[in-house]
């Protein structure tokens, strides 16, 4: 059973700072892994998307990698703002029979001016 | 383009009432994914929709069922509502494979929130 898992659960960093979200996942049998931007009470804004034979992707000021031996991917935000204020979730869909989308607890970021 | 459109935004049932949720997909869309969000549970998979075939369910009672129309749009019903079915509903499209697997990526909703009285 995949279970995904993003620690620590919430972050608060001063403005301009670079930071690294970080998500693990138990079984490597992935097709993809994709970043997601929740801000209260929407719905999930997509990030990034890695298929599983991809290292990395950079979109903007937001670059993810996957290491999919080791489980692990991060999520990179260079020099942080105000408005990059949410909730980030990683999801991973697995292969197999039973395929679905298993999302991580989400990270929840604060960043202030 | 139009993004995946969710009705109603907002519902406030009793317990033992029953609910229909409609999920209108991004244009040429065929797969279509449902999960409920929980404080506590966070994001958990309800079922998968292509060509109106149910092509996975997640591990919820049968009182959560689905459907999807030729046109991609989809329903999904809760009956007999408990207290804890409290939670936001999101809606899911993707763009899916020849195999109908849905390995692309994933354009939600802005969900429809449930309170349960």
């Known amino acids: 059973k995949q279970e995904v898992t993003q620690i620590p659960a919430a972050l608060s960093v001063p403005e301009g700072e670079n930071l690294v979200l970080n998500c693990s996942f138990t079984?490597?049998?992935?097709?993809?892994l994709q970043w997601f931007r929740q801000d209260p009470g929407k719905g999930l804004t997509s990030l990034l998307l890695?298929?599983?034979?991809?290292r990395e992707q950079t979109s903007g000021r937001l670059n993810a990698s996957l290491d999919k031996s080791s489980g692990r991917s991060t999520l990179y935000i260079a020099a942080s703002q105000p408005g990059d204020s949410a909730t980030y979730l990683c999801?991973?869909?697995?292969?197999?029979?039973?395929?679905?989308?298993?999302f991580g607890k989400g990270i929840t970021l604060s960043v202030r001016p | 383009k139009a993004g995946v459109t969710q009705t109603p935004r907002y519902l406030i049932k009793t317990r033992g009432q029953q609910v229909t949720l409609s999920c209108s997909p991004i244009?040429?869309?065929?797969?279509v994914s449902w999960y409920q969000q929980t404080p506590g549970q966070g994001l958990q998979f309800l079922f998968e929709?292509?060509?109106?075939?149910?092509?996975n369910k997640g591990n919820f009672p049968g009182r959560f069922s689905g459907r999807q129309f030729s046109n991609s749009r989809s329903e999904m019903n809760v009956s007999t509502l408990e207290l804890g079915d409290s939670a936001l509903y999101l809606c899911?499209?993707?763009?899916?494979?020849?195999?109908?697997?849905?390995?692309?990526?994933?354009?939600f909703g802005e969900g429809s929130r449930l309170t349960v009285l």
């Open positions: 899911a499209s993707s763009l899916a494979s020849s195999r109908g697997r849905t390995t692309g990526e994933l354009f």
């Open positions: 079984d490597s049998a992935i097709y993809n």
């Open positions: 890695i298929q599983s034979s991809q």
């Open positions: 999801a991973v869909y697995t292969t197999g029979a039973n395929s679905k989308l298993t």
């Open positions: 244009s040429g869309h065929r797969s």
């Open positions: 929709y292509f060509s109106e075939t149910q092509r």
